[in-house]
């Protein structure tokens, strides 16, 4: 190999090597542009969907919702209190839930 076929070489490698971290850069690029188009098609269709639904069903929905995470926080701390008592209420849950369930085991 001569001397202008090693050097011609050497420059096709870094152009190589240049065109990777191009495809690389566009690579991520392509991909945060459809990240941020499917957010923002989701929050569209969010909006959609929330302007169909009457306001007073809106107020119930929130409403539920805070009561729900209210709920979830009293069961915390009542798990953090008494975590035995916790547990054997939620054992009996269980145990109920099979027995309606699962129907006849007899």
């Given at each position: 190999m001569t001397k202008q076929e090693a050097t011609e070489m050497k420059e096709l490698k870094r152009?190589?090597?240049t065109l990777k971290e191009d495809l690389?850069?566009?690579t991520q690029t392509l991909q945060k542009v459809a990240e941020s188009k499917v957010k923002e098609t989701a929050e569209d269709?969010?909006?959609q969907i929330l302007s169909q639904i009457p306001e007073e069903q809106l107020e119930k929905l929130e409403e539920a919702k805070r009561k729900g995470e209210e709920v979830i926080e009293t069961l915390k701390e009542q798990q953090e209190k008494h975590p035995a008592g916790t547990l054997l209420v939620a054992a009996g849950i269980?145990?109920?839930l099979g027995r309606v369930l699962g129907g006849k085991s007899g």
């Open positions: 152009e190589i090597e690389a850069k566009l269709l969010q909006k269980g145990f109920l």
